[in-house]
């Protein structure tokens, strides 16, 4: 016996239909709505890029909630965030005034090397803590220097976000665009620093050498250059040795001021800081000028004084030099021995004691 549909059976199936037509039609226009959101965000922060001379965006609460807000679909850009501190700037050990120059310039390199595609998938940005307090809350920053990458798929501003290895700060330059491309795919492409002459400044140098010329060409003829001059090798010696001995190659590398603020009083400078960590530049030119006093003794003593006939007044120099000698060597051991707390003692022979 064959079965026949009934009236009622038809219309249950119709309304079923209806819904499955209602369901798919809301998907498609939620994810049509969320793709038209997306992409005008990015044309939003295409234009707030523009803006900025390195490319570098300032956000702020109000902006990273309406960038940030909550999405099904992943967005179609990633933030690569600096978090700065204006009131931290005075404080040379973190370096932020260099991290940040840094950062600007591997944006602006990023976007002149890379397409517009591939600018618009990754934003370089910045915030600061007194404008974003609780952003910073939200994202769990309590330390600086900080960078964090905000993956298009991060939902939760602390636990979707990828944080910078505190140890890569140190070579910014190079191990941020290795950041960039392991976990974003895109290539930051090489850096372009700005010239340590400007044009103008090139072309007054070019017109000074011709002016000069004439005249370098007549000394060097006549021999009257300082490559023949003894005073000029006598002081470039003494320099070249106060230069290695005061510990200045370390300071220019690591950028470390003269002086500190004291942090108790801040109308006191320090010029000497307790800790091995971390050395100020007072400290390398003291030490520098100590041993240099040293070296000069030395060097009179067996270059001049030696020369000197009359033995008393040779032995009273050399008494006096050798006692100079002492205390500068004593000041610099004591130093370190306040520095690093480890302590430097004279070495007696056991029958002396």
């Known amino acids: ?38 992409f005008s965000l990015v044309s939003e922060l295409l234009t707030l890029q523009s803006q ?17 807000q909550p999405t099904t679909t992943p967005r179609p850009f990633s933030l690569l965030i600096f978090f700065d501190a204006s009131q931290l700037h005075d404080k040379h050990e973190l370096h932020l005034k260099s991290l940040r120059s840094e950062f600007s310039l ?48 991060a939902r939760n501003l602390k636990d979707d976000t990828l944080a910078m290895d505190a140890g890569d700060f140190s070579r910014l330059s190079e191990s941020l665009p290795e950041f960039i491309e392991s976990k974003t795919r895109l290539s930051v492409g090489p ?33 009257e250059t300082l490559l023949t001059d003894p005073k000029f090798w006598l002081f470039g010696a003494v320099f070249v040795y106060f230069f290695s001995v005061s510990g200045a190659m370390h300071n220019i590398i690591r950028k470390m001021p003269m002086f500190l603020a004291d942090r108790n009083d801040p109308s006191k400078l320090v010029f000497f800081y307790q800790g091995s960590g971390m050395q100020l530049g007072a400290e390398g030119f003291a030490v520098g000028f100590l041993y240099t006093i040293v070296g000069l003794l030395l060097a009179f003593m067996t270059h001049v004084l030696v ?17 100079v000698s002492f205390w500068a060597v004593n000041k610099v051991v004591f130093l370190d021995n306040w520095k690093t707390g480890y302590g430097i003692h004279m070495y007696w022979p056991s029958r002396w004691r």
């Open 1 to 38: 016996m064959a079965i026949s549909a009934t009236p009622r059976s038809t219309t249950h199936l119709c309304f079923l239909l209806l819904l499955t037509l209602l369901s798919l039609f809301s998907l498609s226009s939620s994810f049509s709505s969320s793709s038209s959101d997306g």
């Open 52 to 68: 900025s001379d390195s490319g570098v965006i300032h956000l702020t609460d109000t902006l990273i909630a309406h960038l940030l």
């Open 106 to 153: 591997i944006s602006s390199s990023f976007i002149s090397n890379n397409n517009p595609s591939s600018q618009s998938k990754l934003f370089f940005c910045d915030i600061e803590f007194k404008e974003s307090q609780s952003s910073f809350a939200q994202f769990g920053v309590n330390s600086l220097p900080h960078i964090r990458l905000i993956p298009s798929t």
């Open 191 to 223: 850096i372009h620093r700005p010239p340590i002459v400007s044009k103008p400044q090139l072309m007054l140098i070019y017109a000074a050498l011709l002016i000069l010329l004439p005249f370098m060409v007549k000394k060097v003829i006549s021999g």
């Open 307 to 323: 020369k000197v006939r009359n033995v008393t007044v040779q032995r009273m120099v050399m008494i006096t030099a050798l006692l």
